[in-house]
């Protein structure tokens, strides 16, 4: 497992839904499918969310599809298959969703964490966050850790 900070995204940079949807959605309802949905939500959401690589969806998302490779999944297989199978990824991340909110209607969003039954919902609410997990022990990791 990587160790690195997280970086908190610029606001200005985080990407739009529209950019989104057809590229980490449904690619990652793919990936899922084909049983590698961590190791992809692992590296496309680490590309996406941690501000390193901006625009990350530059030049045909050379980012994302170099972030999909490193997930052990072809990209350009990956993404053929969901430029040509679109309406099927939609529906099953629609199915996930519906099952989601019946399950916990509390929980929905990226990124979203719950602790002790708190949610925490969008980026600008990880240093709460943390200051949360503080309370209950959190401690920082020294690098021979």
Not at 85 to 113: C, M, T, W
Request: glycine content about 6%.
């Amino acid at each position: 497992m990587r160790q690195e900070a997280y970086v908190m995204s610029d606001r200005k940079c985080a990407p739009t839904p529209s950019e989104v949807v057809p590229t980490t959605i449904r690619t990652a309802v793919a990936a899922t499918e084909l049983g590698r949905g961590t190791e992809y939500l692992n590296e496309v959401m680490r590309l996406v969310w941690n501000g390193q690589k901006r625009p990350w969806n530059e030049d045909n998302y050379k980012h994302v599809r170099a972030a999909i490779n490193g997930a052990g999944i072809d990209a350009d297989k990956l993404i053929a298959d969901v430029e040509a199978n679109g309406k099927k990824y939609d529906a099953l991340a629609n199915r996930h969703s519906e099952e989601q909110i019946q399950n916990d209607p509390r929980h929905e969003g990226v990124p979203n964490f719950v602790f002790r039954n708190e949610p925490f919902f969008g980026q600008d609410r990880m240093d709460m966050l943390i200051w949360r997990l503080k309370q209950h022990g959190l401690t920082e990791r020294t690098e021979a850790e």
